[in-house]
């Protein structure tokens, strides 16, 4: 997963992209710290963050 890597370059802290996915600040934390997630969390993630589950999941978009 490159959320941590993703969100650092978008300068967003946890709590700002917890809101902005409504997904619970705990769960991003858990995410960056274990490398993986739901489907479900993941689409949000990537919706908040502009990116495609590809992109998020560290595959090349190509």
Known sequence: MNLKEIRNK???SVPKLAK???VP???IQEIESRQ???IST???LAA???VTLD???GK???
């Open 60 to 62: 090349s978009s190509q």
């Open 36 to 38: 993986d997630c739901r």
């Open 10 to 12: 978008k300068g967003l």
């Open 20 to 22: 902005i996915s409504n």
């Open 55 to 57: 992109e998020l999941a």
């Open 48 to 50: 908040a963050l502009n």
């Open 25 to 27: 600040r705990r769960t």
């Open 42 to 44: 993941a689409l949000k």
